[in-house]
């Protein structure tokens, strides 16, 4: 998914705060938009394993997803939409204090 450079007259996005970016750019675009919950999926993370970081995208009117969180990273990671239930997503955060996860094979 791409990423695309916004801001507003006050605002802008900043660097590893996708959930309030996203937040933000949705009540600011009044429901033309919505925000999109999920995990980017890291293949070969620093931790030396496969990881699925949570991270949070805008879905445009016409239904595509943009990443409009700025980001350091060399290059764009594959992102899964998060298929639990509204509300769910920041709760199983929350309660597991998750930011994210790795998969290792046993």
């Known amino acids: 998914m791409p990423f695309v450079a916004v801001s ?3 605002w802008k996005p900043q660097e590893q705060d996708c959930h309030a970016n996203v937040n933000h750019w949705v009540l600011a675009n009044d429901c033309r938009c919505s925000a999109v919950r999920g995990w980017t999926y ?3 993370s ?3 394993c496969p990881s699925f970081v ?3 995208v805008v879905e445009t009117e016409d239904g ?5 969180t700025p980001t350091q990273a060399r290059r764009r990671f594959p992102f899964i939409r998060d298929k639990g239930r509204r509300g ?4 199983r955060l929350e309660k597991h204090g ?3 996860l790795d998969y290792h094979e046993s």
């Open 8 to 10: 507003l007259e006050d």
């Open 42 to 44: 890291i293949a070969h």
């Open 46 to 48: 620093l931790r030396g």
């Open 54 to 56: 949570a991270h949070s």
């Open 64 to 68: 595509n997803l943009i990443d409009i």
């Open 88 to 91: 769910e997503y920041f709760e």
């Open 98 to 100: 998750l930011i994210y």
